[in-house]
Nanobody, 126 residues
Framework: QVQLVESGGGLVQAGGSLRLSCAAS????????MAWFRQPPGKEREFVAG????????YYADSVKGRFTISRDNAKNTVYLQMNSLKPEDTAVYYC???????????????????WGQGTQVTVSS
């Protein structure tokens, strides 16, 4: 079993920044790609950013490219999402997710991920 716990969400004004963290426990953290998804109010969950198990490859949704940065620290079993220049449309519940063992590449579809965190709320006021 793997547990993912997100933190760092909150209320911020447009143009501000937040840093989300996702701490993994239960199994070795290496070997899996990780990703952040988000679910805006009344909308479906969508891919935000992904990172390969080595951290050498990252991929972003067009809507956050240039503003968000995903990173990971395998020694701390933690993945991060630095969010800058936040916009009201970034308001959502943010989830981190991991791929199954052996799947080291990034996938933008939620079905490719086997464990999910409980989510953390990010609210951006205008």
């Amino acid at each position: 079993q793997v547990q993912l716990v997100e933190s760092g969400g909150g209320l911020v004004q447009a143009g501000g920044s937040l840093r989300l963290s996702c701490a993994a426990s239960g199994r070795t953290f290496s070997g899996y790609a990780m990703a952040w998804f988000r679910q805006p109010p009344g909308k479906e969950r969508e891919f935000v950013a992904g990172i390969s198990w080595s951290g050498g490859m990252t991929y972003y949704a067009d809507s956050v490219k240039g503003r968000f940065t995903i990173s990971r620290d395998n020694a701390k079993n933690t993945v991060y999402l630095q969010m800058n220049s936040l916009k009201p449309e970034d308001t959502a519940v943010y989830y981190c997710a991991k791929r199954p063992p052996g799947y080291s590449g990034i996938d933008v579809t939620s079905l490719a991920y086997d464990y999910w965190g409980q989510g953390t709320q990010v609210t951006v006021s205008s």
